[in-house]
Structures are given as C-alpha cells and as structure tokens.
C-alpha cells in the first residue's frame, strides 16, 4: 500500500511541472536583488549607486561595477531602492531611467534613517536604470547589506 505521503509528493511534483509548463516564461524572467555591502560617499551629482553584493541576476541585466540596470526584454518593471543613512546627514537620491529622473528619494537627517522608493517603469531592450546621488554635497549611504536596489520583470 503507497502512503499518503509519497501520494501526495508525486501529486506536488506533477502539479510543479504542469504550473511550468503553462508559463515556461516565467524562470526567464530578469531579475536582480543587490546589497551595497560596504559604505559609499557620493560626492558628485552624477555619481551612481554602486551595490557590490549580487545575490540574484537573472538574464544578467545588473552590473554591480556600474551600478546600471540594463533591460534584457521589452516590459513593465517594478524596482525597489532602500537607502540608509551613514551617519547624521540625510542622503538625497533618485531613480534614473536613461540618464533622467523617475523617481526621487530622500533617506532622513538622521542617525541611520532610511528611505525606500518603489517604482513601476516600462523599458525596451538596452534601456538603463540606475540610483544616483541627487545633492550637491557630499553624503554617505550606509552599507553593511541595509541599502539595497532589486528589479524584476513584471509583464510584457
């Protein structure tokens, strides 16, 4: 006599498979969650976010030595970008989509405050999207795995 168990398993693994194959898109997907592991002084209106810890990079479209995003695939994307604050001062930022502003973000002028900005975006292949450095001044973001920048392919 098979055990409920092992009937159950087999039922989960075939139900796996079927739910595969009616969106075999879906493991393609591109997708990335970066983590700034060690701290950034921004000092240039103009310089970019760098989050050096990769954890995931699905379709490769996040590179860690630029901090850009470049879309893979034609689509609607959501991102993410979490900011915390190294030290007292506030650290002023936003989401760029081919060298112009999305969204803004603001991390508080606190001891370790945090922001975190959420935004739907449409791209077509080859378009870029990055975190920048919005001030004027000199401000530290906080590593140690608190700042993050993550995307992930939403619909075509």
Do not use: W
Not at 5 to 27: F, H, I, Q, R, Y
Not at 65 to 89: D, E
Not at 114 to 134: C, F, M, P, W
Request: proline content about 2%.
């Amino acid at each position: 006599m098979v055990s409920t168990t092992l009937v159950l398993l087999l039922l989960c693994a075939n139900l796996g498979k079927a739910l595969a194959s009616c969106n075999p898109d879906l493991e393609r997907r591109p997708t990335f969650f970066a983590s700034l592991k060690t701290s950034q002084t921004l000092s240039n209106v103009r310089d970019i976010v760098k989050f050096d810890e990769v954890k995931i990079n699905i379709g490769r479209g996040y590179d860690s030595m630029t901090g850009i995003f470049t879309s893979p695939r034609n689509g609607i994307y959501i991102f993410s970008c979490t900011i915390m604050v190294n030290g007292g001062g506030g650290v002023q930022f936003q989401l760029n989509k081919n060298d112009q502003l999305y969204t803004n973000g603001y991390a508080a002028n606190s001891n370790y405050g945090a922001q975190t900005v959420n935004s739907l975006v449409e791209l077509r292949t080859g378009d870029k999207v990055y975190i920048k450095h919005s001030a004027g001044t000199s401000q530290n973001v906080y590593g140690h795995y608190f700042s993050t920048f993550s995307g992930y392919l939403l619909s075509k």
